[in-house]
């Protein structure tokens, strides 16, 4: 039986927390069908294995008791398909404690493969710009964004990169993780059947019949609401202001809580980008999102 490591490397806005609760909720189901999804290097109040993606990355996050990439070893001693995911992975800029996973897998046999959900690159832009401006991000002006993005084919924000160039992602993936184009299975993000298509990724049809009746409810799962517009507006202004003065992380935090509160400022929705901004990224990706979608599995 061939022996797999299923790396899980989101995107980030591509509904990876859904289906890394399900995950957990179910990983007694799961490795009854073969599959285990380790407990190690999953932090306190979460559902994925950021832990092993911030040793990987060198992340100020990582914190040794919630278990490290050495830690995963023992189950690889198990002989049975394992699964980790972290959106955190997106960055793909390693350190040498990714050598230590290689190797680890190496040396039991393993094949590595990466499952790598994406999205049509106008639709993740406003939900990413809604998503950095709660981590603080001041969005002044989204023209010069998106021609950023286009010359790099990403962006970065903090700790993170969120990629957009694909291609140019995909390649990274083979250098970092050392496999073939052909071990990474590529999917398209859509709002419906997300966790299902996840896991056809790794299982047949007849092991799929018996964790069906587990999917219904969770694929209705909302997770993480979109803030309103207004909300972001505000946020936005807020995050502004907070560069010229000295606000405490406590007084930001519950300061934060209020302008996210739907409730408190609910908005029509209407798009963050005009028609003129979602026709530039879709000109600037359509070709190379048509041939992903050829090679694609």
């Known amino acids: 039986m061939k022996k797999i490591l299923y790396?899980?490397?989101g995107n980030h806005k591509t509904a990876t927390t859904k289906i890394q609760q399900f995950c957990q909720k179910n990983s007694e189901?799961?490795?009854?069908?073969?599959?285990?999804?380790?407990?190690v290097g999953i932090p306190t109040g979460s559902f994925g294995h950021h832990?092993?993606?911030?040793?990987?990355?060198?992340?100020?996050r990582y914190q040794d008791g919630f278990g490290s990439i050495a830690g995963l070893e023992p189950l690889f001693n198990l002989n049975k398909t394992l699964l980790i995911s972290s959106e955190d992975f997106e960055s793909l800029k390693p350190n040498n404690s990714i050598n230590t996973l290689l190797n680890i897998a190496s040396r039991h046999e393993y094949e590595i493969n990466i499952i790598l959900y994406i999205r049509k690159q106008e639709e993740?832009?406003?939900?990413?710009?809604k998503e950095i401006t709660k981590k603080g991000a001041v969005i002044q002006n989204i023209d010069l964004l998106i021609s950023?993005?286009?010359?790099?084919?990403?962006?970065?924000?903090?700790?993170?990169?969120f990629w957009f160039n694909y291609k140019l992602q995909i390649k990274r993936v083979t250098e970092v993780f050392k496999i073939d184009k052909k071990n990474i299975y590529?999917?398209?993000?859509?709002?419906?059947?997300?966790?299902?298509?996840?896991?056809?990724?790794?299982f047949d049809p007849s092991a799929m019949e018996k964790i069906n009746s587990k999917l219904v409810e969770s694929e209705n799962l909302i997770l993480n609401r979109s803030m309103s517009n207004l909300s972001y507006k505000m946020l936005n202004y807020f995050n502004m202001i907070c560069k010229n003065y000295d606000i405490d992380y406590s007084r930001y935090q519950n300061i934060k809580s209020i302008l996210l509160d739907n409730k408190v400022f609910f908005s029509a929705e209407h798009d963050l980008l005009t028609k003129s901004q979602k026709q530039i990224l879709i000109d600037e990706f359509k070709s190379s999102n048509a041939s992903l979608i050829n090679e694609s599995k």
């Open 7 to 9: 790396i899980h490397i």
């Open 29 to 39: 189901k799961l490795k009854n069908l073969g599959l285990i999804y380790p407990k």
């Open 51 to 60: 832990n092993l993606a911030w040793e990987v990355f060198r992340d100020k």
């Open 124 to 129: 993740l832009l406003p939900s990413l710009i």
């Open 148 to 161: 950023s993005i286009i010359r790099r084919g990403y962006l970065d924000f903090l700790n993170w990169r």
């Open 186 to 202: 590529l999917l398209w993000f859509e709002k419906q059947n997300i966790i299902k298509n996840f896991l056809e990724q790794i």
